[in-house]
């Protein structure tokens, strides 16, 4: 918590400048007095962003958001998936994921936005998330471009 704390004290403004959206997104209720303040000041100040949409988990699970949107939706008259969609990620405009990064050597989505990433493409690194650095996100894109999306379909080949 305090490594998030120190960032959002001292990243916001190069966001805002960059053009970052920022969202947290988490059970906020069990995070400590005060901490929920300044994240909501954070995703205020980067809102407008259009250049990146920067989500990072605190106290998440896919499962439980997955579980939440069905209740919501059961109430519901009718349900198209995109509104399902909206419930599951609470904002009805957000893009599915393009790039998952998985940093620590794990190779598992561990219950992570498992609704919007279903054509994500994953991208597994040994390095820890405190010292992920703009050299690593560098290769992880590389990596990203040299891939052929399919989003389900044949590859070009195949086809």
């Known amino acids: 918590m305090t490594l998030l704390r120190r960032y959002l ?5 190069d966001l805002v ?3 970052v959206r920022l969202t947290v997104i988490g059970r906020r209720d069990r995070l400590p007095e005060g901490f929920v303040a300044e994240i909501e000041r954070a995703e205020a100040a980067t809102a407008w962003g259009d250049a990146l949409h920067l989500r990072v988990a605190i106290d998440y699970s896919a499962r439980d ?4 949107a069905a209740v919501a939706a059961a ?4 349900s198209t998936r995109e509104s399902f969609a909206a419930l599951v990620t609470g ?3 957000l893009r599915e994921v393009d790039l998952l990064i998985r940093t ?17 493409e994953l991208y597994f690194t040994q ?10 996100l560098s290769e992880a894109l590389a990596a990203f471009r040299r891939r052929e999306r399919r989003f389900g379909g044949l590859s070009v080949e195949a086809a």
């Open 17 to 19: 400048r960059d053009g």
């Open 91 to 93: 904002d009805a405009a």
């Open 9 to 13: 004290d001292t990243e916001t403004e």
């Open 65 to 68: 958001a997955i579980l939440k």
């Open 127 to 136: 390095r820890l998330w405190p010292d992920f650095d703009g050299a690593d």
């Open 75 to 78: 109430a519901l008259p009718e």
């Open 104 to 120: 620590g050597g794990e190779q598992r989505l561990s219950d992570f936005l498992l609704w919007e990433s279903d054509y994500a």
